[in-house]
């Protein structure tokens, strides 16, 4: 069943995000910023929070978050080890509310609308695994091109 794969590509690629933002060997990295590089790694993380957050827990996981998407990008000089609380907390959130889903959820359109047309429930599933793992390739470059020694 779909749930169960997308439930271990969430939490494979949630635990990867917390091994990335626990690589870097400066705090402050986490929060740099360049000319051609103008989201840092720790407001990707916090983009990635409220996104799933959203999308899964409130939505599908009938949870009372409230989003404040601004402030995932202007947030600044969060300790990594809160990141990474903060990143278990939704895997859980994540995968409690993906447990709860049947088939027939799956095939139902998705109960917001996010995009210019309605989709499926399943495909804004898929969508968000492919937003997660785009995220997660740009915080490992970051990490490797700001975390210098």
């Given amino acids: 069943m779909l749930t169960a794969v997308l439930i ?6 949630l635990e990867k995000l917390k091994k990335e933002i626990g690589l870097y060997k400066k705090e402050s990295t986490i929060w740099l910023t360049g000319k051609e590089v103008p989201n840092s790694a720790g407001n990707l993380c916090l983009h990635l929070i409220g996104n799933l957050n959203t999308y ?32 278990e907390a939704t895997a859980n ?32 599933l898929v969508h968000l695994t492919a937003h997660l793992a785009y995220h997660l390739g740009q915080i490992n470059y970051h990490r490797r091109f700001f975390d210098t020694d």
């Fill in 56 to 87: 899964i827990g409130k939505e599908l996981g009938g949870t009372n978050y409230v989003r404040n998407r601004d402030l995932e990008f202007s947030q600044k000089d969060i300790v990594s080890g809160e990141l990474i609380e903060k990143v």
């Fill in 93 to 124: 959130t994540v995968a409690n509310a993906l447990y709860k889903l049947k088939q027939e959820d799956l095939e139902k359109d998705y109960p917001v609308m996010v995009f210019e047309n309605n989709m499926s429930t399943e495909y804004f």
């Fill in 8 to 13: 271990s590509i969430f939490k494979r690629d």
